[in-house]
């Protein structure tokens, strides 16, 4: 489940994207580049380079919902960062948490079924691990 801090960064108030119908977490490390002249045709990699992550998550254009993928949109429009917790609701579970900012959207109505939203979301900073609590 999507969930985004609508609170304050002191005080967060984490919301369902109820709407959401799934979501991709990505990660990503660049590896160096350790080849020497020695090393004949073949890569040789090491991790020390730069992380990365981003969330790409679609969901239905339904009304009803506290929170909406349009809501995300105007935040996308206003240019803001905010947290997002990607998560299930089994306790025990691992849940990933972090800054981000929504690099793009799309709105697809088509003439014979629900329209859908999917949005494409980049990480400012570390993506972090956490345990859900009950």
């Known amino acids: 489940m999507l969930y985004v801090n ?8 984490w919301t369902a994207v109820c709407s ?8 990503t490390t660049e590896l160096l580049d350790a080849r020497t002249k020695c090393d004949g045709d073949w ?3 090491l991790p020390g ?3 990365s992550w981003s969330v790409d998550f679609d969901a239905l254009d339904t009304s009803g919902q506290t929170f909406t ?3 995300l949109i105007a935040w ?7 947290m997002v917790r990607l998560r299930s609701n089994a306790t025990g579970s691992t849940g990933y948490q972090g800054t981000v900012m929504i690099e793009s959207s799309s709105l697809s109505a088509p003439v014979d079924g629900w329209s859908s939203i999917n949005l ?5 900073g570390a993506l972090t691990q956490f345990v859900v609590a009950p």
């Open 6 to 13: 609508t609170g304050t960064a002191q005080l967060p108030v």
């Open 20 to 27: 959401s119908t799934g979501h991709t977490l990505n990660i």
């Open 43 to 45: 890569a040789i990699k």
């Open 49 to 51: 380079g730069i992380k």
């Open 69 to 71: 993928p349009h809501d």
């Open 76 to 82: 996308q429009l206003e240019n803001r960062q905010f």
């Open 120 to 124: 494409s979301v980049q990480g400012t």
